[in-house]
């Protein structure tokens, strides 16, 4: 991981060490001086090179992870269900004594007529 954070930084090192000599021979563009391009289209290859290396990298890594998983077979799968443990509690009785008489509602409306005094 540590090498990872320092790759960059290194070939930006490189660089600027071996300047001199990249410009001299390694350069793509050194018949063509009014670029100014003083070696940084090398330095720009390298770092795409890098990148690129990377991603091929990432994706190879991935790939890898993924095929071990689905083709792991060190695992054991099964599918039996655990035991169900029921536990009854005591049950509440309850007893309700009501103080009201049970009323019809037609008891108010039919009945004989009241007498007047």
Same mark, same amino acid.
């Given at each position: 991981?540590?090498?990872?954070?320092?790759?960059?930084? /290194?070939?930006?090192? %490189?660089?600027?060490?071996?300047?001199?000599?990249?410009?001299?021979?390694?350069?793509?563009?050194?018949?063509?001086?009014?670029?100014?391009?003083?070696?940084?289209?090398? /330095?720009?290859?390298? =770092?795409?090179?890098? %990148?690129?290396?990377?991603?091929?990298?990432?994706?190879?890594?991935?790939?890898?992870?993924? =095929?071990?998983?689905?083709?792991?077979?060190?695992?054991?799968?099964?599918?039996?269900?655990?035991?169900?443990?029921?536990?009854? /509690?005591?049950?509440?009785?309850?007893?309700?004594?009501?103080?009201?008489?049970?009323?019809?509602?037609?008891?108010? =409306?039919?009945?004989?007529?009241?007498?007047? =005094?």
């Amino acid at each position: 991981m540590l090498v990872k954070v320092w790759v960059i930084p /290194l070939l930006y090192l %490189d660089f600027e060490i071996r300047r001199e000599y990249i410009v001299a021979n390694l350069c793509e563009n050194k018949n063509r001086p009014q670029m100014r391009c003083d070696g940084k289209c090398y /330095l720009a290859k390298r =770092i795409a090179s890098l %990148d690129e290396q990377e991603k091929r990298q990432a994706e190879k890594t991935y790939m890898s992870r993924l =095929i071990d998983q689905v083709m792991d077979q060190r695992s054991d799968f099964t599918f039996t269900k655990p035991p169900v443990v029921v536990e009854f /509690l005591p049950r509440a009785v309850f007893s309700l004594a009501s103080s009201f008489t049970p009323r019809v509602a037609a008891d108010d =409306i039919f009945h004989p007529p009241a007498r007047l =005094i």
